[in-house]
């Protein structure tokens, strides 16, 4: 098999669509301002601390990501909309469930490679799925999401390992599962 052509396990498919790390809608609130105040909390809560992006981490400026107990927010942080903030910290409190669960080494292990990082973010996105649903008042359309961010899902995570149509088909399935 071809270093960029992998398939993606029935492991991969399995974790991506748990919904062990996920919050329901009731945790998440249906006001902008409530639910990323309620993630500000759960983050503080679980110990972690946010601050602006060093100069030094040039990779994906635009990206909020998290390393030992920082979530390091995008230099545009401050220009999102309330439901954007909510949903990029929802989305890295599933990544704090799952370092906690596994601890350091297995979280680290499992995202240094091109199927774990996909079944992670997969089911992180997920949950940024949940939060849109649950503000939008029923009009978000997932569908557009799906479309919308497949492409950019397997740039912006080095994905392109992984087989153009069982990503695309894959990831379409786990991310209709939040569909109403």
């Known amino acids: 098999m071809s270093l960029f052509n992998l398939r993606l ?3 991969d498919k399995r974790l991506a669509r748990s919904d062990d790390f996920l919050f329901g809608a009731q945790e ?3 006001h902008q301002q ?3 105040w309620k993630a500000q909390q759960k983050h503080r809560d679980a110990g972690w601390n ?3 992006r060093p100069g030094a981490i040039r990779h994906g400026r635009k990206f909020t990501m998290t390393m030992r107990k920082t979530i390091y927010l995008s230099s545009k942080w401050e220009s999102y909309p309330a439901w954007k903030r909510a949903a990029i910290l929802w989305h890295e409190l599933v990544h704090i469930r799952q370092r906690k669960k596994w601890g350091d080494a297995k ?3 499992r995202y240094a490679t091109a199927r774990g990082r996909w079944a992670m973010e997969v089911q ?4 940024s799925i949940r939060v849109y649903e649950a503000l939008s008042g029923g009009r978000f359309n997932t ?3 799906v479309e919308r961010h497949l492409r950019s899902l397997r740039k912006d995570y080095w994905l392109g390992r992984i087989r153009h149509a069982d990503f695309k088909k ?3 399935a786990v991310w209709l599962l939040e569909r109403r």
């Open 50 to 52: 946010f601050k602006g």
């Open 107 to 109: 979280f680290l292990s």
């Open 9 to 11: 396990r029935s492991s």
């Open 170 to 172: 894959a990831t379409t």
């Open 28 to 30: 998440i609130g249906k």
């Open 34 to 36: 409530t639910a990323l």
């Open 124 to 127: 992180a996105y997920r949950m």
């Open 143 to 145: 569908l557009q999401y």
